[in-house]
């Protein structure tokens, strides 16, 4: 854009970019495109609805084996070796509050790390990729997408594990617990721009996702207390959103529960928010320099 000031003279403004494509001049289509995206991933989901039926059921149907084990080893619904580690023996309600969350690590890893490389597949990203649009707004509108879905199935989860079992939660602990989530899952989106980028140059990319799912799964306390891991593995569970999240949800949810005090839980999850969110944009901004460079764009 060029102005002119009182003497005549020609001066050139530059316009401020973020390193991910991202301008404040076009923002407001850059949500425009996210949004789309969102949308076309719906289309595609809802024209095949046998498989989205699955997809929304399968939460529930995976979170029963863990629930039907915990009663049958355990020999009922309470758990005194539990309630001595947490405070809380029943064994239904801490682990549905531990396994909600699997989906939303899938979510972050999974959708979010495929989301370009899906693209790919389609035979889509080349066309994509010269258009104006950020490739970074392909990736937030599958996070969005998936963000959505997997809440869906989560609610159904909710629904049917409460209608067969009962849920002791604590009704006033919902809205922290609520923005505790929200910031779990700022971080989880730093996660799935790093595998979304990953995945570009290696190509197959679900060894990534697949190791990273896997170390999340163990490191997080979803089906144990964090204090029965060995403590190396309790200190390396600081660095990941999802292990101080599930120790602040449960202590606003479940009454009596009584976790490892680990800091202030709010502060530790804002800073790992602004510490994966910002590691996952510059590896996706080398990656996406880099691709463009060596021309493996079209490899697959």
Request: hydrophobic share 55%; aromatic share 12%.
């Amino acid at each position: 854009m060029n102005l002119k000031d009182t003497s005549g003279k020609v001066h050139k403004l530059r316009e401020v970019k973020c390193p991910t494509g991202f301008t404040w001049s076009n923002i407001k289509a850059e949500l425009r495109a996210i949004w789309e995206s969102n949308i076309k991933i719906w289309k595609l989901d809802l024209a095949y609805p046998i498989s989205f039926v699955r997809q929304c059921i399968s939460p529930f149907v995976f979170l029963l084996p863990f629930i039907i084990y915990g009663l049958a080893v355990i020999g009922g619904r309470h758990s005194e070796n539990l309630e001595r580690l947490v405070g809380t023996g029943d064994v239904v309600t801490f682990v549905f509050t531990g396994y909600m969350i699997i989906g939303f690590i899938g979510t972050a890893v999974w959708a979010m790390g495929f989301s370009i490389r899906r693209e790919q597949w389609f035979g889509t990203l080349e066309s994509l990729y010269v258009t104006p649009t950020s490739r970074l707004s392909l990736v937030l509108g599958m996070a969005l997408h998936s963000t959505i879905h997997q809440s869906l199935g989560t609610a159904i989860e909710f629904a049917a594990i409460y209608l067969i079992f009962g849920l002791a939660l604590q009704i006033q602990g919902i809205l922290p617990a609520l923005l505790i989530f929200a910031l779990m899952m700022l971080a989880l989106y730093g996660f799935g721009i790093l595998v979304s980028a990953l995945s570009l140059i290696l190509k197959e990319g679900w060894i990534v996702a697949e190791g990273l799912h896997s170390i999340m799964m163990i490191l997080s306390p979803v089906a144990y207390p964090l204090i029965v891991l060995p403590t190396i593995a309790q200190q390396a569970s600081s660095v990941l959103p999802t292990a101080p999240a599930l120790v602040g949800m449960r202590a606003f949810l479940i009454e009596n529960y009584t976790p490892q005090v680990v800091g202030n839980i709010f502060l530790h999850l804002l800073a790992l928010d602004v510490i994966w969110i910002l590691f996952g944009i510059f590896i996706f901004y080398l990656t996406d320099i880099y691709i463009r460079k060596t021309g493996n764009l079209a490899k697959y």
